[in-house]
């Protein structure tokens, strides 16, 4: 259970957690208000060989410029499971819920602001581990327009893997005025309509093609 907090400087990398070793990073927490970085990470396991799990963890950024984001990071054959990125403001290349060379589950994504220049994942694999029942959120029950947010570039998937199974993916839309350039890999699509989002307004306009798969 630990946290970090970054107000402003730059660093290659940062993160609440970390092994090398054996045993499970859980509910670490990095939250970022400033700064450049290449990667921002709450938890990390580190070592091809490691079976260790990254759970629980979560990251908050608020302001800065990343090349990637992500609550948790496995690079060996452990699962990534319950791990929750926000991102508030700020600009990042890549957000993602978790990256793991295994299995990778139950992670999340909540976007309420900033800019996103290429790719927003519930999960990710960098081999062939199922990726399953990841979220992705746009907005949340206090954030219901994201015109102020910058996706337009940015392709938005639930999981991606190189030969696992991606199923049970979910896209909420909690606000409206969303633009992003393409949705992929969800099977379920949820629209929460609000007060706050009246007659005739638009929630979800893609910019490219349509959901990448029936629905």
Known sequence: DNKVIVENGGMQKVYAGYTMGGGTVKKNITTIRGGEFEAVEGGYVDYNANNADVTENEVHFHAGKADVVRAGFT??????????????????KVVEGALASGESSENEVTITGGKIT???????????????????NFGDDTHHDLSAADLTNANIYGGDATSGLVSGNTLNVYAKNVVVKSVNNFDKYNFKLNNNIA???TML?????????EI
Request: hydrophobic residues 25%.
């Open 118 to 136: 290429q790719a927003v994942y519930g999960s990710l694999t960098n081999a062939g581990g199922n990726q399953n029942n990841n979220i992705v």
């Open 75 to 92: 690079n060996g054959t452990g699962a990534a499971r319950k791990n929750k990125t926000f991102f508030h403001g700020g600009e990042a």
């Open 199 to 201: 007659s005739g307004d």
């Open 205 to 213: 306009t893609l910019r490219n093609g349509g959901f990448g798969r």
